[in-house]
């Protein structure tokens, strides 16, 4: 017996979101289209983005080359198991340009290729240019090879907004009116302003809420890639996924994937929303904290073994307010890699106690998170440092690593 994951009324209810968007089609094309630098870098500049994005030009001349780090040491990469570099906490425009500068003034730091962001999709993140100028330094200038973002559900929407996606899905949210026209989600659990650790809860049909937000995001931006926290949006975003393939994402820490037993379910679920091309919408799972190096090896057999083309990530170091005290993975993953095991390190703390590297630099508001630019830039600067370090020594013990474009000629 097969008991189907959405049923006609839920896929009914995805169905109605997407045509309110002008279609699959027509999201698509419109993704790809703010994919552009000329694009992003004019819309930027009538935002009040240009000089930025002028400077970040000029910075990305100063970042070092792969090459001439594997010439300088004689570095020689024919070992199996592959390591992917990602850092995470590049939270907006003036964040990420302020660690940029740092870096072209290191001139010594290998770019990472993935990025990732915690920051509220809000009207102003997603509207102002902040997100816009943000993707385009992260993917256009520096050569990221994806941008993750965050989508919050329990951020004030307009009630506008809400009542338009209950009239194109046909379900009703349980919100309450926070005046001046915007309205919530009532989140039930214990957690943040948000929500139950950014967004887990996702109660009810409220998967709809989180869908609506990331398609506004990614035909505003461009931004193509978001962070994917419950098993019920996990579900949805693959039957969305399959339909707009422009769309992917990567399945947080926070949904506990600590084991084999838990990606094995996973997987089912990704069997099912495939795409024709037999590629999955979700293309990175982050294996928990709690998982041991053996642990991680048999998820990478297993996932190979299933033929899905989905990557598996591991936090090296993390926050102090995420986990426990001191915590490294760096010899673990050594060990992943010598086993022939491909490996996305993820990077969500440098393994100090710095200001700003805790979870609450996720929950600031546009203005404080600007505000502290400088602050939280030092921070994701010193992840910077710490990813290149570790990687360095990856290499010289003879593994291919993936950087961003701007680190190489």
Known sequence: MHFKLLSDKDMKAIDGLIESYGGAAAINQKIEDMRQYETRKKIAGEKGFGDMLGKAEKYAQDFPKVEDFIAREGIKTDKKGVCTTQVSGFQGAYVTSDCMRRLAENKDVLFPTEMISVVALTDHYVYSGDLLATLAMAENIMGASIFCSTNLIG??????????????????????????????LILKNMGTAFGNLGGVEV????????????????????????????????????????????????????????NALQLRMLMNIFKEFLRDDGTCPIYEINIGNAASPETFIQCGEEMKASGLPVTLAAHLRINPDLGMENFDWTENAHKVLDSGTDITIKYESDGTARPYDTMEAYFLSDEERNEKADLIGDVIYHKCIRCDKDVKEIMRRGHEAKFAKIAYR
């Open 155 to 184: 951020i004030p929407m307009l009630e506008d907004r809400f009542a338009l996606i209950e009239k194109v899905t046909g379900e009703k949210f349980d919100r309450r009116d926070l005046g001046d026209g915007m309205s919530q």
């Open 203 to 258: 109660g009810d049909n409220n998967h709809l809420v989180y869908l609506d937000g990331i398609t506004r995001a990614a035909l505003e931006t461009g931004n193509n890639f978001f962070l994917n926290p419950s098993w019920s949006t996990i579900i949805a975003a693959c039957y969305y996924g399959r339909h707009i393939p422009a769309i992917s994402f990567k399945i947080s820490m926070l949904l506990s994937t600590q």
